[in-house]
């Protein structure tokens, strides 16, 4: 449009130009916005859900829990907001705050067992050259691509043959060897420039020395995210109690609403907020590290 009037003034094309970028910046805004308003839109009428008391949850979703008719009211504010469903859940509810202490035994034992395991892994990977190299780097990322549907019979021998079914051993182990984090920290440790480290052993530093004092503080990024990602997975986890633990009082936390009748609709809302709370508040602490540590696992080697 700059060439329809040769006559005018350089200030006056740049104000145009300032006022074109302004508009896409508005206009990429207001699609953002409402982009996350449809994705949270589900929370907050869960939020809202747990507020309400029976009689307003019969009269906004009883044509869809309790078939009683009528139509479907979204409420994103309750009427007459009450307390009373946290309150049952965490004065009244033992079954849920057992399970709530398995999914914390279960998934910080899990976190723990990575860093030991996965950190010299992903190093070893990382740093070094060895032959199989690749090899290994490929069958970890199959392993990490596989479902549980189709690792979980033969988990399910070894767990029966390790007589670890039903304890917490049998969701543990599992967890500890997972795949991802060795696959993530491995991508951190692989940008250290090599300079750095010829560097620090010519100082005089030996092999865990640059471990502990270079590689790690560079690569906390990557060994922060794969932290939070894998509690999130193992925190959320349904499959492997279900199918490994048959006693009630070893399940874990995130089976805890398939014990919930329909007629206790507000307490399944509270405990879907309770349980969703830990992972919202790692991931609000962790963001820029699991911005990173996304950024990493879609690299090409």
């Not at 869809?64 to 309750?78: D, R």
């Not at 202490?101 to 395991?117: D, H, K």
Request: proline share 5%.
């Amino acid at each position: 449009y700059f060439g329809a009037d040769p006559d005018r003034k350089p200030e006056d094309r740049g104000e145009m130009e300032d006022k074109h970028v302004r508009k896409k910046k508005t206009a990429v805004r207001i699609g953002v916005t409402l982009f996350v308003l449809i994705l949270i839109f589900p929370i907050l009428l869960l939020s809202a859900g747990s507020l309400m008391g029976p009689a307003e949850l019969k009269e906004s979703y009883g044509s869809v829990l309790y078939g009683s008719g009528g139509e479907l009211q979204w409420k994103l504010f309750p009427l007459y907001p009450t307390l009373k469903a946290y309150l049952q859940l965490l004065l009244d509810s033992p079954d849920f705050f057992v399970m709530f202490w398995n999914s914390c035994r279960q998934t910080f034992t899990v976190l723990a067992g990575q860093l030991c395991v996965g950190l010299p892994a992903a190093w070893a990977l990382g740093r070094y050259r060895f032959k199989g190299r690749k090899l290994v780097l490929y069958l970890y990322m199959i392993l990490m691509i596989l479902p549980f549907q189709v690792t979980m019979v033969s988990g399910y021998t070894v767990l029966s043959f390790l007589k670890i079914l039903d304890t917490h051993w049998a969701v543990i182990l599992p967890g500890i060897f997972s795949t991802f984090p060795v696959f993530l920290m491995t991508k951190f440790f692989q940008q250290i420039p090599d300079s750095l480290l010829e560097a620090a052993k010519v100082d005089g530093a030996g092999t865990w020395e640059v471990f502990f004092r270079i590689g790690l503080p560079l690569g906390m990024p990557g060994v922060v995210s794969s932290l939070i990602l894998n509690f999130m997975e193992c925190w959320n986890a349904i499959e492997a109690p279900m199918t490994f633990l048959k006693t009630k009082s070893l399940l874990s936390v995130s089976l805890y609403l398939s014990n919930i009748t329909a007629n206790d609709v507000a307490t399944a809302f509270s405990a879907s907020i309770l349980i969703m709370a830990p992972s919202v508040f790692l991931f609000a602490c962790g963001q820029d590290y699991l911005e990173q540590g996304i950024l990493a696992s879609g690299l090409k080697e």
